[in-house]
């Protein structure tokens, strides 16, 4: 259970139609603020286009050059610039990606660091999501028959100062006893990456798009 009990009404509630919570189509975690990441073995090319992150569904579609121009929200560098900080709890539903070489993830970023990931998934691993607290280095794969291409799954976390602590559809699943130390805050990222093929495989040669779904998400902070 998180170590304090979260304020009954949300800090944050995603709307990733706002220009006021969410910057599109480019984010300081991709080299020069992107669009592009070859060195993490991407084929993104980021997009500002509505159609690939304002409705909350998050889309990828191949180009003629071998990459893929991709969906990325971040509160970075919004006007209301949110972070997320020690202490806080998020919470979403999660529609996972079908395609071999998708690579949907909600993570956190901050000056070159601070990241930790909600969750990571590939479809090649079906039941496997990679659940991750880079700033301490511990991470969990977890597996569950509930994790499925294009299944849904409701992710937590909180952020706590000695453990960052998942659960997925309710059952916690991975307690790192790490944290994020006192002082630690950070912007929220949503995107769908795609796969260049050294770590996980890349897209089919017959598949042009891929997509996955946010649903629902909050961040809550704790009282007192």
């Keep these: 259970m998180p170590t304090w009990p979260p304020a009954e009404e949300p800090v944050f509630t995603a709307d990733f139609g706002s220009s006021e919570q969410w910057v599109a189509g480019r984010s300081w975690a991709y080299p020069n603020g992107g669009p592009v990441n070859p060195g ?7 997009v500002d286009d509505p159609a690939y992150s304002r409705t909350g569904v998050f889309r990828a579609t ?9 969906g990325l929200l971040t509160t970075e560098g919004s006007p209301e610039g949110f972070e997320v900080r020690t202490g806080d ?3 979403a539903r999660v529609r996972l990606p079908e395609e071999t070489g998708a690579w949907p993830a ?12 909600v969750f990571e998934y590939h479809p090649d691993n079906p ?7 880079r700033v301490r280095g511990t991470h969990r794969y977890h597996r569950s028959p509930d994790v499925r291409p294009g299944g849904w799954i409701a992710l937590r976390i909180e952020f706590g ?5 998942w659960w997925l559809d309710g059952t916690e ?3 790192d006893h790490r944290g994020v130390g006192r002082g630690w805050h950070a912007a929220l990222i949503v995107n769908l990456s795609v796969c260049a093929g050294r770590y ?21 902070r704790p009282t007192g």
Excluded: C
């Design 127 to 133: 039941d496997l999501l990679e659940l991750s607290n």
């Design 106 to 117: 909600i993570w956190t970023w901050r000056d070159g660091g601070q990241e930790v990931d």
């Design 40 to 46: 993490d073995n991407k084929l993104d090319h980021l």
């Design 173 to 175: 699943v991975f307690a």
């Design 62 to 70: 191949r180009r003629r050059d071998g990459l893929w121009d991709t």
């Design 200 to 220: 996980h495989p890349a897209p089919d040669d017959t598949t042009t798009e891929m997509s996955y779904e946010v649903q629902d998400l909050r961040v809550f």
């Design 89 to 91: 709890v998020l919470e």
């Design 161 to 165: 100062a000695r453990s960052v602590v």
